[in-house]
């Protein structure tokens, strides 16, 4: 949603449509818009921190992939919620602030995106190019590689279902859809990234949240813990 900075004349600058969530202008939002992206195969992650914790203590993510924006940055994405998520976006210090990237197998810590993602990213974009494209059009689909599962929760009967993300959807508006499994359709097995049968989560209206393979099993093993973390992501949502 955005609304118009009231300005004399009939013409409107983009620079003066400002977004009502974000508080950015068009032209920023625009920049920052994703529009290639690369699995991450090699288990870099992000590192975070909240308040709850300390500054002292940092937790890892896995990465899902790279994305690269209009304005030529690229950056971490990762599953945050109910959406993916710049890692650079992660700015509240009570529920999750970026702190950095971490590479476990050299244990390096770096701030960066690594050289050969960024050159990867720039030379498929120069590559494959959609100059008719607009609004919802995919662009590209890739795997999920890190165990995403989509949170399921129907309100009248209070039961929770975690379900798999087989694949996610890159539209040119810069949105990233989780995709999901409708096993009424499957025609053919295994299901692979573009097949019919898949659906984006945020069309499921019980659709919650995205969790990764090691909370999803925790949440499975109905851990105390866990349990008591998805209650309260309930009672603040």
């Not at 995919?138 to 694949?167: K, R």
């Amino acid at each position: 949603m955005s609304t118009l900075t009231p300005q004399n004349g009939a013409g409107r600058d983009s620079n003066n449509v400002v977004d009502l969530f974000s508080k950015k202008t068009f032209t920023a939002l625009q920049d920052e818009r994703i529009i290639r992206l690369s699995p991450e195969h090699d288990g870099m992650s992000m590192l975070y921190s909240n308040s709850t914790s300390g500054p002292e203590k940092l937790y890892a993510m896995k990465i899902l992939c790279w994305g690269l924006r209009e304005n030529g940055e690229v950056v971490g994405m990762v599953p945050w919620l109910n959406k993916v998520v710049p890692c650079d976006e992660l700015t509240n210090e009570q529920h999750g602030q970026y702190e950095g990237y971490y590479d476990i197998g050299a244990e390096l810590v770096f701030s960066e995106p690594p050289a050969y993602k960024v050159l990867e990213l720039q030379n498929a974009a120069n590559y494959f190019e959609f100059e008719q494209a607009a609004g919802t059009d995919i662009i590209q689909e890739i795997p999920d590689t890190i165990g995403t599962h989509a949170m399921l929760n129907a309100e009248d009967s209070g039961s929770i279902i975690l379900t798999e993300v087989l694949s996610w959807r890159l539209l040119y508006n810069g949105v990233i859809e989780g995709m999901l499994i409708n096993e009424e359709q499957v025609s053919s097995t295994p299901v692979l990234p573009g097949d019919s049968c898949l659906y984006p989560a945020n069309e499921n209206p019980d659709f919650r949240y995205f969790f990764q393979h090691h909370i999803a099993n925790q949440i499975k093993a109905e851990d105390p813990e866990a349990l008591a973390a998805i209650s309260l992501l309930f009672e603040e949502s």
